[in-house]
Structures are given as structure tokens and as C-alpha cells.
């Protein structure tokens, strides 16, 4: 579902001030968050050297070994946050933690994935570690084995559908053992039965490592079920983050009063 | 379309001021013959000719059977209807114009090691250019046998057919053309009669220069040389290409590559980043492709009305269309790049490990490989010893 078309910015106005509430599986004692960032600004500027606001002082944090989710309109600034998070952006200003090893998975897997058969692509991002070729070998049929595609090994890239070059892309994110997971609107090209089967992949390698942590992209509303907690942003803000059911609650009271809004 | 002729009796007048055009012609009617003209039989006889009238038609409705033919007016390529069947045949073309690797079923020529298999590309591209014309048809059919034998039925009937077709063709223009046009320039040897010398003795075996005449052209033994060394080199080095490609992963190739230029780096050349590149290559010229026809793609779909355009305003069409492609191309290498920082590559080749993972150990394939080779290299040389 696209949030877009049911959430405008005039919305904004009847939004409730920023407010937060505790996710109810989240032990915070325990979990020591694996994704912070506070009062973080990003802004550019244009060729008339004027300065424009993307993200304003966005703050959030993310626990160690959970699945959180960041919904909102398009142009929010979802994407740019996670790539300030990646490290791809330089915030203007704000601090920023992120857990390391992390890796990123873009939006279009064909940006992601840059060699031309699936093993040699999945294996890709351990060429820094220097690891013997039988670890490779392994951890490389391990990932495509979460993501259901042990049997492509050697399948030419350009032959996969979309959906199976975003499991190798994030297979290939899963190779390399990453302690967080940055997740750029996975599901975007996929049909139901893909996205689910993408979902449950990224969950499958939360659940067995208990360290790793994932913060996910997304517009579709029905993936909230699989978060352990999720942020909604707008206009450059994170104007709530709580847990799955809260933010679709939120979400679903925007949706109503926007939609009493055009019929009365 | 259609065309009839009838013999109708006409009357050619002489050129004048009010009908500027000879061929005008004008049905004769004899009671439009002024009468003192009738009287005189030598001047009627004289102005009496028989003419053709032809008339065609585009649509005939009497001959419905022929539309198939007689529409063919409508398929010339005219400029509006060319600019839409360029960017229809873009849109609809494949995204892997090169051959592929084929994964499944796997093979004898998959578990060769890579290596050997660029030496045999070598071996098959020097071969035919220096062999003998038997050698040559044998390399050829040894070729053919493989493809059936290694590819699946539908790539190799369709990769024969076509590059039999090319060198079919190749085959006929150079056999017929590098010698079968006399040559302009006259020789500037004196004929024998002059110089007193015998003319050259007819062969007591038969043999003879040309071996076949098509009119005013022939087909000589140096257009058969000619012919069958470009025909030959041309199948083998299309059929031995994709048979490479379509049992080898563009890594496994890369990194045979790699194994013969390693000697190359002690006088400076950086092998890791020629091999690096070329497999981004091979990865990237893909997304090209498919660039290419998903713009092409967006251009049908806007239904654009072509005869409405101007020539410039087509041309206009046509430069956005590159200019989009070469946009998207560059943001997608933009991303890459990204993503390659991303996934931990510091732009160092060296540092930054490149795994081909398929197994490769030296098994019987290869030994059978090798001796297949040494087998057709011993052949190729004796028949240059043996064979005239």
C-alpha cells in the first residue's frame, strides 16, 4: 500500500505532537540499542546556494537483535536516513551510532548486486575479510540457503527474476555477517508471494543469530506485523516510533480523518 | 494492386505550346477526325497508331485473394512508420544479445577446466587461417558435432542456423567476389606470343584454376581458398565463443584470464583491476540492454502519432532517447559504485578478494580435453606436410 495516496502533508496540522510509546517485547534494560541516532539534521543546497531542510532533528533508537520498521509518504525522507545511517550521507549536524559490521541493501536490486553470476555476487562482500575459500564457500551457501535459493548458485544474474535478485542481494548482506541490517524498501518490486518470502528470510536470519539487527523501509502497512517495533516519519521528521500495532493504529487514524476530510 | 492493359487505338500529336508533355496520349475517335481528313486515306492511316494505355490501382475489390500482395504499398518504410518500427524492434529485442551461460543440464565441457578452454579458443581461431581446406571443413564439423552434442536442442538450432547462414553467405560473395571479376588493370606481362615463349602446358591431371562459372562471374581455387578460410574462421570463432560461454561463468573465464596474464604484473600491468573491470562489465552490459528496450518501451507505449511529426521533431525524439539511456546508465553506475562501498570495496583490486568458488580440479575431463587438443593440432600440421 502505498502511504502516499492517504497521507498527505496538509495532514500534518491534526498530526498529535511527537510522541513515543514502549514497544511491549522490548526489554530495554537488556537490549542495548544497536541503531541510535539524536537530533539529526541533513540538508542540502541547491545551485542558488540556498540551504534545504531534509531530515530535522530526527531521533531514534533501535535495540539489539529486533526488527523495526520506518514508514512514511514518499519524500519523507526514509531513504536518506537510512543512508546517513550507512554511511553513505554525511549528516549536517546530529550524533549518529550504528553497530558494525552493517550492511545496506538498496531499494532496486539491480544497484546491489554488481557481479554477473549469484555466487561470485553473494560472495562479493568477503573479499575484505580475506577468509579461506572453504569458509566462503560456506557462509556463501548458507545465506543463499536462508533465502531459499541454494539451487542458483551459478545462475547468471540477468536470467533471475526481481524478486530472486533482491533475496541474492540480501543474501549477499547476510554473507557477511552483519551485526545490522539497513534495508532500503525491499519489497517494492516484489508480488505478495516474494515479499512475504523476502520478509520471512530477513526475519529467519534475526531469529537465528539473536544479534543481528534490521531497520526496514517500507510502505506496506502488512509487513507491520513482522516488526518488533516501527518509526513514522514525516516531512523530514520521525513524528512517532513505538511498536507494530501502535504505528498502525496512528496510521490508520491519519488514514480516517484525512479521508472525513475530503468528504466533508 | 492492380494493373491492366488494353490495346486501345490512339492518336499521337505533334509537340505544341498547349500540351508541353510528348507522352500524352489521346483516344482516338473517329468521329472526332475532322471530315476532310477522312476523305484522304493516306492521312488517316498516317495519324493511326495502336498504344498501351496501364492503369493501376491501389484498391481492387475484384481480387480479394491478392491482398497479401497487392498491399504492399502500405509496407514501405515510410519516415513516420520507420521511427516506430525502429523504437517496436528495440522494445522487443533480448537483454543478453551475447550468449550465456547455461547452468543446467551440466556437462563433460562444464567440469573442463577454464584454462584449457581458452587455449582451445586460440587453437580454433589460429586453425582455421593457416590450415589446410580439409582441416578447415573438419573443424567446422567438429564444431557442429559438439554444439548438438554440449548444447540444448533449441540454442543450438538456432545458433547454427544463423551462424551457418553468416558463413553461408560469406562463403558465396568471397568465393564469387575476391576472384571472379576479371581484373581491370591489364597485366604488364608480355603474352607469350610476343616474349616467344610456349604458352604453359595444359594439365595432364585434369587440374584446372577455375573451377566454376556463373556468367560473368567465376569461382576460382584462390575465391575457394579465400572463401573457405573467412567461412571457417568465421563458424569456429562464433560457435567456439558460445560454446565457451555457455558452459563457462563469466568468472570462471575471468579468472583464466587472470592465470595467463599473472607473468604480466611483474613489468607493471594491473591484471587484478583488468580482471575486476571486466567482470563489472559483464555484469553491467546487461543493465545496458536492458536500458536500451525499457526506454524504447516507454517511447511505444506513448502511442506517439509519427506522420504528425516533422523530420526534426522525430530526430528531436530519437536524441532524448539516447540521452535518456545514457542517463539511466550513468545513475545506474553511480549506484553500483555505492554499492560496491557499501559491501566493504576500498577501491583497491588487489586487497579486495574476488572468489570464483566452482570446483577446479584437474579431473579426466581435462585430460581428455587436452589430448582432443594436442590430437587436432598433430592433424592440422601433417596435412599441411601431406595434403596438396
Redesign the interface.
Known sequence: MNLSSLVRPSTLALLPPLHSTLPSRIDVTENAAAIECSNLNYSITTRLHRSVPILKECSLSVPSGQLWMLLGPNGCGKSTLLKIL???LKPTNGTVFVKRPK??V?Q?P????????V??DV????????LP?DE??TR?SKALDAVGMSKY???????LSGGQKQRVAIA?ALA?ACKVLLLDELTTFLDESDQLGVIKAVKSSLGNSGEVTALWVTHRLEELEYADGACYMENGKIVMHGDGASIMDFIKTQQSSYTNQINS | MNCTHRTTPTVTFSLSSSHPNPKTLFRLFRTQIPAKNRQNPRLYLSVKKISFVIRASLHDSSNKNNNKVGDWVSRLPTGAFAADNVFRLISTAT??PIY??I?SPSTFLHSVDPRIKLVWLLVLVVLPARSHIVMRVGLVLYTTLLSIWILPKRVWMDQLGRVFLLSGILFIMLGLGSDGVPSLVQSRTPPPAISGLPNLPVSLGGYSYSIMKLGPLQFTRKGLSVASTAACLTFTLFQSASLCLATT???QLAFALRWFMLPLTYIGVPVAEIVLTL??S??FI??VF?EVRNVALGIVSRRINWKQLTMLESIDIFASYIRQIFKNIFS?AE??S?????????GDSN????????DSSVGIADFVSLLCLVTIVGAALLSDRFLV
Do not use: C
Open positions: 550507512a554511511g553513505l550492511s545496506y538498496f532496486n539491480d544497484h546491489q548486486v554488481v557481479m554477473p553470476t555466487e561470485a560472495a562479493f562482500g568477503l573479499g575484505k575479510l580475506n575459500r566462503v564457500k556463501v548458485l551459478q545462475r547468471p544474474v540477468q536470467t549477499g557477511e | 537483454a543478453s550465456q551461460f547452468a561463468t563469466p568468472e567482470l563489472l559483464l555484469r546487461n543493465l536492458d545506474h549506484q553500483i555505492q554499492a560496491m562501498i557499501v559491501r566493504g570495496f576500498r586487497t579486495h578478494k574476488i572468489y570464483s568458488l566452482s
